[in-house]
């Protein structure tokens, strides 16, 4: 089992720059792939990215390709999401979630989930 906690989030100017970080317990963390995932005010929650156990398969959305980059380092149990050129409409509570399995996109495959971090990107 593996518990998460996000961090990182906050307020924002429109093409301003976060980096969300994603903690896990347990020592087999090397073992989990993780996504992240973010739900905005009256939306769905959806997929941002996921990334495999030692990181040879990412995938992005459509909607954040070329500007944030999902890396993880297994030795310190993090996973990262570095978001550069916010936008308005990347505001919402963005979650990390772990599996135990191969990478996913989709959010009902994932075991294990985190709290979720505020993103706001705002003038």
């Known amino acids: 089992q593996v518990q998460l906690v996000e961090s990182g989030g906050g307020l924002v100017q429109p093409g301003g720059a976060l980096r969300l970080s994603c903690a896990a317990s347990g020592r087999t963390f090397s073992t989990y792939s993780v996504g992240w995932f973010r739900q905005a005010p009256g939306k769905d929650r959806e997929f941002v990215a996921h990334?495999?156990?030692?990181?040879?398969?990412?995938s992005y959305a459509d909607s954040v390709k070329g500007r944030f980059t999902i890396s993880r380092d297994n030795a310190k149990n993090t996973v990262y999401l570095q978001m550069n050129s916010l936008k308005p409409e990347d505001t919402a509570v963005y979650y990390c979630a772990a599996r135990g399995f191969r990478t996913t996109a989709s959010q009902y495959e994932y075991d294990y989930w985190g709290q979720g971090t505020q993103v706001t990107v705002s003038s």
């Open positions: 990334i495999s156990q030692f990181g040879g398969t990412i």
